[in-house]
Nanobody, 114 residues
Framework: QVQLVESGGGLVHPWGSLRLSCAAS????????MRWYRQAPGKEREWIET???????NYVQSVKGRFTISRDNTKNTVLLQMNSLKPDDKAVYYC????????WGQGTQVTVSS
């Protein structure tokens, strides 16, 4: 059974940093593309980053240069390093993969406020 569990969210000041983790299980993690999405209050869920099984990455323009996605196939974990956080980055952040169908974690809340 595919499971994704996010952690690492919290409250941070503007221009601060956070590192999110997503622990995956129930599938051969190293062979699947992983993604991060986020959903801000009152808005639709938004794709922000992808990392393929070979380590290729892609980002939405609004986070390029500030957020970095990576993966540790030895720990079945995908990471999201977020730097220079802005109030607009406040959202629930979700880990995603497609194994026949879409799977989502429960999300982790990120709040950016002074």
């Amino acid at each position: 059974q595919v499971q994704l569990v996010e952690s690492g969210g919290g409250l941070v000041h503007p221009w601060g940093s956070l590192r999110l983790s997503c622990a995956a299980s129930g599938f051969i993690f190293s062979t699947y593309t992983m993604r991060w999405y986020r959903q801000a209050p009152g808005k639709e869920r938004e794709w922000i980053e992808t990392i393929t099984s070979t380590g290729s990455t892609n980002y939405v323009q609004s986070v390029k240069g500030r957020f970095t996605i990576s993966r540790d196939n030895t720990k079945n974990t995908v990471l999201l390093q977020m730097n220079s956080l802005k109030p607009d980055d406040k959202a629930v952040y979700y880990c995603n993969t497609v194994v026949v169908r879409n799977y989502w974690g429960q999300g982790t809340q990120v709040t950016v406020s002074s």
